[in-house]
């Protein structure tokens, strides 16, 4: 999944939400409670073993055959189309055209670092939480989709659609799978992404990625005696950095060295944030490395969660840098980190549904040329996207640069558009009373930073599985999900499918 920021509609929106379904559901929620409950912790932490992160093409296809395995065991039909595995529970009596309901989710995860308490691929179950990447996102909602279909197949009313869960492959990287699916298969009728939050999200914001990249060499200067030898921060564009390092060499032995860490020893760290010096000999002279450890966080669902140790980085060293592309970068990446939401950037706009842009200082690279780039991740309102956006951002990078005499190259990309809702429509309707009936909450509905699959399939709305009120963990150091909103949220599946998929089909949705 790709700042979540609760919506809260007028409650007289919802006063008139729809009746109970036409048959109960308790035999099927107490079915699940008794027979499938179990399964639910064993089964998601064996999905979780597989490091399906991108290019590890083995743990894919090791993947693929335990969800083929598992859906045959609970009674599923499973077709394997490639980049996508769709496990099907048909409508009863196999009734020919019978609609399709499409549950969404994906089987790969974010990247790793070293920062775990834990082995990140290890499935590990502490203080009533399942631990490891993809707990959260999105190897939990799998687990749950398919559980709660079991729950429906065997103690469930009349399916007048088919449930089809589709698992895809690489929406955490390139995310062409969707697209390549479509090519060759039809879409579901409508689709739920269970990827986000619930009870159901409304809006999408616009996901871009602006990239600066130099060969502005540095040198040792009289005041400032050393260079960059090496810089290096964050994982990945979609993740909080957690981890910022720079190796400063100076050819003039310790000492300047030493007066800079007093310096930087005295200067104020953003809340959060915790550095070590280390000081060494390097050939003739010494090295001093600085190491700013962050907390990681999801870039577009959790950002305010997140403690962005690149930024620290860039304001610790404010000053004390020679002229250089490192320099450069650093000083961007404390203008566009002045806060979560691209003033810096000169991003301002703000409305009372979507709120503002986010915007993660998210990595700072080398690149084989021996230059380095920064990659910042905005997620845009429909306020300001796309050519619009990127229009904005060349303005205010050429004016960055032509105040510090830089060269920058441009680059990045703005070709995502937001996604909205009628928050009116009868399948939003629905979902908030299926979500009710299911909590006995009121929450309403939401705007995402995060881009799920919704943009990408036809008629598809995200749709939980992460509650209100909690921080969001994917893609944090030590992914985690609480046991009790596992079950929470398959109880809430349970009800939507019951709803959904063993009533009246539901003609136009997403229309009011």
């Known amino acids: 999944m790709r700042m979540l920021l609760a919506l809260m509609i007028p409650s007289l929106l919802w006063a008139a939400q729809p009746a109970q379904p036409a048959q109960p559901t308790w035999s099927v929620h107490d079915h699940y409670d008794r027979h499938l409950a179990l399964r639910m912790v064993p089964l998601l932490s064996e999905v979780i073993r597989f490091p399906t992160v991108a290019g590890n093409t083995k743990a894919w296809a090791d993947q693929k055959t335990w969800i083929q395995q598992l859906a045959r065991d609970l009674g599923f039909e499973v077709r394997d189309a490639g980049k996508v595995m769709e496990v099907d529970l048909p409508a009863t009596g196999g009734r020919v055209g019978a609609p399709v309901l499409g549950l969404l989710v994906h089987g790969d995860v974010q990247p790793v670092d070293d920062h775990w308490s834990i082995p990140p691929f290890s499935g590990t179950v502490k203080d009533g939480r399942v631990l490891g990447r993809g707990a959260a996102d999105d190897k939990g909602p799998m687990i749950q989709a398919l559980l709660a279909m079991k729950a429906l197949r065997e103690a469930g009313p009349a399916r007048t659609s088919t449930i089809r869960l589709l698992v895809g492959s690489d929406e955490e990287s390139t995310n062409t799978d969707i697209t390549d699916y479509l090519k060759a298969n039809r879409p579901p009728d409508f689709s739920l992404v269970l990827d986000s939050a619930f009870p159901v999200v ?17 040198a040792p200067t009289a005041d400032r005696p050393w260079a960059v030898a090496a810089l290096e921060a964050g994982l990945a564009t979609s993740i909080v950095p957690d981890l910022a390092v720079i190796r400063l060499a100076s050819p003039a032995g310790k000492d300047p060295l030493v007066a800079l860490r007093h310096r930087l020893e005295r200067r104020p760290l953003d809340p959060g944030c915790r550095v070590v010096f280390n000081l060494a000999p390097e050939g003739a002279g010494a090295a001093l490395t600085i190491t700013i450890q962050g907390k990681a966080a999801h870039g577009g669902i959790n950002l305010e969660g997140g403690r962005n140790a690149l930024v620290a980085l860039a ?6 840098l020679p002229p250089g592309g490192a320099d450069d970068l650093l000083a961007f990446a404390r203008q566009a980190g002045r806060d979560l939401y691209g003033t ?7 409305g009372p549904l979507w709120g503002r842009c986010a915007v993660n200082v998210a990595t700072l690279k080398p690149e084989a040329d021996g230059g380095l780039k920064l990659t910042l991740n905005i997620r845009a309102t429909p306020k300001r996207y796309g050519p619009a956006l990127e229009a904005h951002l060349r303005q205010v990078v050429a004016e960055f640069a032509a105040a510090r005499q830089a060269t920058l190259s ?3 990309f703005f070709g995502d558009t937001p996604l909205a809702f009628d928050p009116q429509s009868r399948l939003v309707k629905r979902l908030m009373a299926d979500y009710g009936r299911a909590t006995g909450r009121a929450d309403g509905p939401a705007i995402s930073g995060g881009g799920t699959y919704a943009k990408r399939m036809p008629h598809a709305i995200a749709f939980g599985m992460w509650f209100p009120g909690r921080p969001y963990p994917g ?3 030590d992914e985690q999900v609480p046991i009790e909103d596992l079950h929470r949220g398959a109880h809430v599946l349970i009800e939507t499918l019951a709803d959904l998929a063993c009533g009246k089909p539901l003609k136009e949705p997403f229309k009011p």
Not at 202 to 218: F, H, I, S, Y
Not at 315 to 320: Q, T
């Open 202 to 218: 409304v809006g999408e914001k616009a996901w871009n990625a602006l990239t600066l990249a130099t060969q502005r060499p540095t």
């Open 315 to 320: 304001r610790l060293l404010d000053g004390e």
């Open 344 to 350: 810096g950037l000169g991003l301002t706009e703000s």
């Open 410 to 412: 441009f680059g990045g």
């Open 475 to 477: 893609h944090d150091v």
